[in-house]
């Protein structure tokens, strides 16, 4: 399947297609009439792609996550270490963003508690 076949059919941006490509992480080289050949190992590294994309990756740390995957099992560990430090940076948004909660409540409840001692004047 051709780059646009797989940007419809899959709902892959243009964009992130032509940054697989650029990266050269593909086995054979796949070009009919100039055009690169999709087949199903390339959308599935597409679609581990996608979800590094979606949970925060950036560009580089997509890169480089793939080009670990194809090394194989042996770098098992330094994505997990990957894995993770995204991981606790969603942690520390969550645990920020909770913070923000508890103090948005606080003001909303001295606001109310204000308004139903003086009768809601």
Sequence with gaps: M???EA???YQIPMNILREYESWGLRGVVKKV???WQYDDSDLERLSVIMTLHDIGFCTEEVE???????EGEATGAERLR???KKRA???DEIHFKERQLQ???YLRHEIR???AGTGGK
């Design 64 to 70: 480089t996550y793939m080009r670990l995957l194809l």
């Design 2 to 4: 051709t780059i646009q």
């Design 82 to 84: 990957m894995l993770e």
């Design 89 to 91: 940076a969603a942690l």
């Design 103 to 105: 103090r948005l409540d």
């Design 7 to 9: 940007s419809e059919r």
């Design 33 to 35: 009439m100039g055009a």
């Design 113 to 115: 508690k204000t308004q």
